[in-house]
Each structure stands twice: as C-alpha cells, then as structure tokens.
C-alpha cells in the first residue's frame, strides 16, 4: 500500500521515515503547510513531498495525521471524508466532544485508528501476558522539560501513555473512580478497579528520565521498564531470616525474554496491515476517546 504522512513535526518526521522501512508500503508521500520541512524530510527518507493535502489523499492509500493536536479533527475529518484508512496521532482530538463527532463520520470499513505507541511496545505486551490479579499498579512517567511540547498539560502529553494501558490493556471496561492533582507540568492520579489502586504519575521537570510500569500481586512483583524493555519478576518464596540484627527476605528474580523492537515499526506495519485486510486496528477511535474522557476527568481534578 501506498502510505501518506500529514504533518512533519517530531513525531510526523518518525512516521515517514518508518514507513520508508516496511516493505509493506510502495510509496510514502509527505505533505505539510511548510513545504521546506516536507521537503527535507523527503530529501532524508526518499519519500514524495504532495503541494496540497488533497493531492496526498488521492495518491495514498493510508495516511498518518500528524498535526498538533488542536488540527487533529479538522485534518482527521477530511482524511476520513475522503475514503483514506487514518492513523491518528495521540490524542485523537482534543476534547470529547471533538472525538464523538469524528467518530460519527467513520463509515463501516474503513480502518481508522489512534496512534497509541506504548500500546506496541514489547513491555506492554508481556506484561498484560503474565499478570493475573494485581493488587497494586503504579506508572512513572517523567521528562525532564522540552521546548517541543506546547499547547498541552503533562496529562494529555506524556500521561495519556500509561492510561491508555491501564484502562484499555489492564482493566478493560471496568468501572472505576478517580483523584488527581498536580499542575500543568506534574500530576499524579490514583484510579481504584474495585479494590485496585492504580497510580499514575508524569512530570515535566524531571532531572531523569523515567518509563515504569510496577505491578504487585500476591505472590510475586513484575516490573518493566519501557525504554530498555526489559521485564522482570520477583517471586517471593517464604524465606525470611535475621542477620547482624538485620531482616532479610530472599527473592528469586526472573527476567522474562523480552524482543526488543522499536514500537513504532510495529504500530506502523500493524497499521498498515489492518488497512489492507479491512480489518480494525487494535487501538480502536473509541479507546482512543475513552482515553481522552479520563485526561478530562484528571484536569477537571488539577483546576479543583
């Protein structure tokens, strides 16, 4: 399949380098209002730079919207409007009601799904595998401050992530309640799945950079780490003793055999896949907008 990029930002620059890697993809055409940033991005992955949106939407058979957020349904409405498979970048827009209108436009079989990279990363992937009953989870995710996020909170930028993974991956369609606080640029939030707390944590002013994920149950703690995707588990068998008046508990370690990818190779082929078999792309509009619906809530929490 053909492919298209709409936007040639940091994440639309990815997007079009990747797709110049599948072999899935025949040609990958790039188009932005700034026709110098399309054409570099061009001149570094062989992709086609289009002069308009509607001279991509005619050529490409899928299409990446990569636009600031505040574009993303004006951009998606028109990519939709013009019987093109979207993938749009997270969020899928930026408010609720946005969502809901844009996904009234989807007709039936067109693949049209939300960018949701975590989603694909071989962490996630191992660790919905292995866990069982957890009794506690907890997600750190923190940055130290970048001039290329603007426009957004700490919520919708970085925190979005982990409760796409939560809500969607962990406790699908469980019902829950919500605290938040924080500011723009920190902000944790605890949900509670029944007698499951969940806590989330982002920030923007972070000195270190950290992608966690760290889920306790009754027998063992799995941890994972999203940048080095490495997932470990530590059992706790009943081996306590005291040494130089010291407690000690003995633990096995097991790392689990992990193969690390880059998740935007996997999103991006899986993409294109779903689009070419008419099939959904697993990180559905309407995840996409329940996802949007929980940063809302969590906002709402941090202006309190």
């Given amino acids: 399949m053909d492919a298209g990029v709409i936007g040639t930002g940091t994440m639309g620059r990815n997007h079009v380098r990747v ?4 072999k899935e993809v025949g040609t990958t055409y ?69 969502c809901e209108q844009l996904i009234g436009q989807i007709p039936d079989g067109l693949t049209v799904g939300v960018g949701h990279i975590e989603r694909f990363n071989p962490v996630v992937t191992e660790a919905a595998r292995v866990v069982r009953d957890p009794l506690y ?37 469980r019902e829950y309640t919500l605290t938040a606080s924080g500011t723009g640029d920190v902000a944790a939030a605890l949900a509670a799945f029944g007698r499951t707390p969940v806590y989330l944590s982002a920030s923007r002013k972070s000195s270190k950079k950290i992608r966690s994920i760290y889920i306790e ?38 790392k689990l055999l992990v193969n690390k ?31 949007v619906r929980v940063c809302e809530a969590i906002s709402r929490s941090l202006a309190a």
């Avoid at 797709?19 to 599948?22: G, I, K, N, V, W």
């Fill in 137 to 173: 989870v907890a997600f750190h995710r923190h940055n130290p401050a970048s001039a290329r996020v603007s426009g957004s909170s700490v919520v919708e930028d970085l925190m979005i992530h982990d409760i796409d993974i939560a809500f969607n991956v962990l406790f699908p369609e």
């Fill in 30 to 98: 790039v188009y932005d209002l700034n026709t110098k940033a399309a054409e570099e991005v061009a001149a570094a992955t062989g992709a086609e730079v289009c002069r308009s949106m509607e001279e991509l939407l005619a050529k490409a058979e899928c299409v990446s919207v990569c636009v600031p957020t505040q574009y993303h349904f004006g951009t998606a409405e028109r990519v939709i409007a013009a019987g093109v498979h979207a993938l749009i970048e997270k969020p899928i827009c930026l408010t609720s009601r946005e």
């Fill in 217 to 254: 149950e009754g027998e063992r703690t799995i941890e994972g780490d999203f940048m080095t995707q490495e997932v470990y588990v530590y059992w706790k068998p009943e081996t306590y003793g005291q040494e130089n008046g010291l407690y000690r508990q003995e633990n096995i370690i097991e």
């Fill in 261 to 291: 990818v880059e998740p935007l190779k996997i999103e991006l082929s899986t993409f294109v896949r779903a689009a070419r078999d008419g099939k959904p792309f697993p990180v559905t509009p309407k995840q996409g907008l329940s996802n």
């Fill in 19 to 22: 797709y110049t890697e599948l």
